[in-house]
């Protein structure tokens, strides 16, 4: 006290001069080249050949609405025909049937296409998804991925035009509503290049309103032109 200290700082002495040492840094764990770099897998490669991808939507268990005891309901029809037509997915009574556009609506379909001069042999008819969902729609993500696949599948058959039934086939590959969509021409871009394609009401909608079929009947008069040219 009698120094003028009053408060015991330390009980050893110090060197209050010498510069403090930094904290040593611990090491870091070594990583391993996996940890480093995981690399994505490596995109399916998708058959090149109409008759090949057919078998393989027959058959793949990479499909969106895939499991075992699910029916699946291909294309049918002719590939060359030039006119190829697609829906969003099977209806009940398609995965029953393993027919696409059974019923009721699969018989407005055959005389809305014997109005243009067509049958199911002079035309190539095919789904977004070959699956049904569960409730019967799609999420974003299978939207997607199933354009996709129908993107790949349009490159192959190369119609000379494609016509789309219903809202979720033209949201799915235009990116707008079938009521946006209607009235004019559009081009699905493909691995082959641009194709042609038409959006229309699907005859399932047509069966419930058949006020909407004077709609129906002029897109499908503004398809005939378009093929005819």
Not at 125 to 141: E, I, N, V, Y
């Amino acid at each position: 006290m009698d120094a003028g200290v009053d408060v015991l700082v330390d009980e050893s002495p110090r060197d209050w001069l010498r510069p403090a040492l930094k904290p040593a840094i611990a090491p870091q764990p070594a990583v391993s080249a996996t940890e480093q770099s995981t690399p994505e897998p490596a995109p399916e490669r998708l058959p090149d050949e109409i008759g090949a991808f057919e078998a393989y939507l027959r058959t793949s268990e990479t499909l969106a609405f895939a499991a075992p005891s699910a029916p699946r309901v291909g294309p049918a029809g002719d590939p060359a025909s030039g006119l190829m037509i697609l829906i969003d997915m099977p209806g009940a009574e398609d995965c029953a049937s393993g027919t696409l556009l059974s019923g009721e609506a699969g018989a407005l379909f055959d005389r809305m296409m014997a109005a243009i001069g067509r049958d199911r042999s002079s035309l190539y008819l095919a789904s977004l998804s070959c699956l049904r969902s569960p409730d019967g729609r799609f999420t974003q993500a299978t939207a997607a991925q199933c354009a996709a696949l129908a993107r790949h599948h349009i490159g192959l058959v190369r119609p000379k035009a494609v016509l789309l039934f219903g809202d979720a086939c033209s949201r799915a590959l235009l990116g707008m509503s079938m009521a946006q969509a209607r009235g004019r021409w559009h081009e699905i871009p493909t691995e082959t290049g641009g194709v042609n394609a038409i959006v229309t009401i699907a005859p399932d909608f047509l069966l419930k309103r058949p006020s909407a079929k004077a709609h129906a009947w002029t897109d499908l008069q503004m398809l005939v032109e378009g093929l005819n040219r």
